[in-house]
Structure formats: C-alpha cells, structure tokens
C-alpha cells in the first residue's frame, strides 16, 4: 500500500492552502508558520507531503480552528458498510 497522501490529496492540500492564504505572500505565511518559503511553495504545488506538525502550524497559522478545516472533507471509506464495519467485506 502506497505511503502519503498521493497525487491527488497533495493537490488538494495545496489549493486549500493557496485559497486560504488569499492575499498573503507565501514569504508571510511562511514565515508565521514557522516554515521554509520552499516548504510551503511546495505544498501549495502538491509537491510535498506535508506533516501533521506542519499542518498544525499552518492552522494557526492561517487563523482556522482545525487541520479538518484545512483539509476539508475526508473521502468515506469504500469499505464502509451499512453496519458500521470498516473493512474490505467478509472480514
């Protein structure tokens, strides 16, 4: 099973970050992050697989209440049956 978050999730991640930062420079959420410029150029472009401590400062950062927020909505499971069970079926 691939590690990270895949092509598509760091794709995503770095759009929300880009529409959150607005009218901010990357150089000053950077730097409020407590990140490198090239860090954070490189999650905006989905380049990167960022950590949670990073995500948590871009949080703050940011001035949003939660990582969730960032991230936006999770994907369900497509596993996830009926009965609340997360797992491929017959297990």
Do not use: C, F, K, W
């Amino acid at each position: 099973m691939p590690h990270g978050l895949g092509h598509e999730g760091r794709r995503l991640i770095g759009a929300r970050v880009r529409a959150l930062r607005g009218d901010r420079s990357q150089e000053d959420l950077a730097r409020n992050a407590g990140v490198s410029d090239g860090t954070l150029s490189a999650i905006e472009r989905g380049r990167s697989d960022p950590r949670l401590g990073t995500l948590l400062r871009l949080v703050q950062a940011l001035g949003i209440g939660s990582v969730e927020e960032l991230l936006g909505p999770l994907p369900t499971s497509r596993y996830l049956a009926d009965d609340g069970h997360d797992g491929p079926p017959g297990t």
